[in-house]
């Protein structure tokens, strides 16, 4: 392994780039193990507090059914997954679970929808899911599938903070995750949402079978696009049984996740990298690395989608443990007129 250049001390500020090559990118992933982990801890406190951690809340809006065959996903129409479909829930109910996320020290409620696309008629009460979010003092994501430029817009003028987006894994790899669309497709609709004015909201799975160099290539891909996603998040795949994933893959080395997450932050510097999918199944230990790693966010709550998440308590004691504190939470009595 080659030694790779360190940054500069903490309080320096951090360079932004867009013309990250290969090589580079691949000697940061591969470097020895200390110099990796020094390098994307002075760029975290560069820009964050190492201590803070931003939480997010997620609810399936609509679950199952989707039209689009992503390998790994329980709610692809493509696999048995025994997972039933149901409709888009009232948006009064989610607003509902949105003002508990809120209390339990969430700052961003993300909706997901099954969809390929939504429909014109589904926007109306995403809409109204967003404005409701909003009038919480929360921030709100949603992920919907692709969009165009109009409902890129509508979305925006309701106010929406951040849309989801995930190119998943490298161009290359692509195929062999998912057929319905192709890599070009994802990238059009993360223009789309950032030229409307939101905040992008990109990552990746890792676990699906692909090698180091995909890893690599896909945050290269993110690093080099015009402007950085706000938020990356990094998921570590869940198998499902029915989907053709969880059939041939096999678990990630944590270090090579871990790897991950520091190069995330050492190429995206004032990105928020997140911990997404796949905490139940990793150790204390491994969570902390990726924090020292430069990881700042994750989901909080008892489920994610379709599939269990931690949730508070195992969380509070973890935070505790780090001494860690959850980032700009907004509290029980912090807006108890609403
Ligand atoms: N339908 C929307 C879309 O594809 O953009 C939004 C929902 S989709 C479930 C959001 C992301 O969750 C996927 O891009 C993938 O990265 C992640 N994800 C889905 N199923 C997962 C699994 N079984 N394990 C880990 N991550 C998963
Ligand atoms: C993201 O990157 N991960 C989240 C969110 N964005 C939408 C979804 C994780 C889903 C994990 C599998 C499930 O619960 O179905
Ligand atoms: Fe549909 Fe999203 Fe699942 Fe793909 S990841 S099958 S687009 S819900």
Redesign the pocket.
């Known amino acids: 392994m080659n030694s790779i250049d360190m940054p500069a001390l903490a309080d320096a500020t951090p360079t932004i780039r867009h013309d990250w090559t290969r090589e580079e990118a691949a000697a940061i992933y591969h470097a020895p193990f200390a110099d990796l982990m020094f390098r994307a801890q002075t760029i975290h406190r560069q820009s964050f507090n190492p201590n803070e951690v931003q939480c997010n809340q997620l609810l399936?809006v609509k679950t199952g059914g989707?039209a689009?065959d992503?390998g790994?996903?329980?709610?692809s129409a493509h696999h048995d997954t025994e997972l039933p479909a149901s409709k888009l829930m009232d948006p009064k109910k989610v607003i509902e679970s949105a003002k508990a996320a809120r209390d339990a020290g969430a700052t961003r409620y993300c909706m997901?929808?099954?969809?390929?696309e939504p429909k014109e008629r589904d926007m109306a009460p995403v809409i109204e899911m967003v404005k409701g979010v909003k009038a919480l003092g929360m921030e709100a994501c949603v992920?919907?599938?692709m969009l165009t430029d109009d409902q890129a817009k509508q979305l925006k003028d309701a106010g929406l903070d951040y849309y989801?987006?995930?190119i998943?894994t490298s161009e290359e790899f692509y195929p062999n995750v998912v057929t319905t669309r192709s890599f070009a497709d994802?990238i059009d609709t993360v223009n789309k949402v950032h030229d409307a004015g939101i905040k992008v909201c990109c990552?990746?799975?890792l676990?699906l079978g692909e090698k180091p160099t995909d890893r690599v290539e896909m945050l290269r891909t993110l690093a080099n696009l015009p402007q950085h996603p706000e938020s990356v998040?990094i998921?570590?795949?869940?198998?499902?049984e029915g989907?053709p994933?969880?059939e041939t893959a096999t678990p990630i080395d944590p270090f090579e996740f871990v790897r991950t997450i520091a190069l995330a932050r050492i190429m995206m510097p004032k990105s928020d990298v997140r911990i997404?999918?796949?905490r139940t199944a990793m150790s204390d230990e491994m969570q902390a690395l990726c924090f020292l790693a430069g990881a700042n966010s994750i989901f909080i709550g008892e489920q994610?989608?379709?599939?269990p998440n931690p949730g508070d308590s195992k969380d509070r004691q973890l935070f505790a443990r780090l001494g860690i504190t959850a980032r700009g939470e907004l509290g029980v009595h912090a807006h108890s007129d609403v």
């Not at 994610?304 to 599939?307: A, D, E, G, N, R």
């Open positions: 399936n989707c689009e992503c790994y996903c329980s709610q997901g929808a099954a969809w390929r992920t919907l599938g989801n987006h995930n998943d994802r990552g990746g799975i676990g998040p998921n570590m795949l869940i198998p499902i989907t994933i969880a997404a999918a796949g994610l989608l379709t599939t």
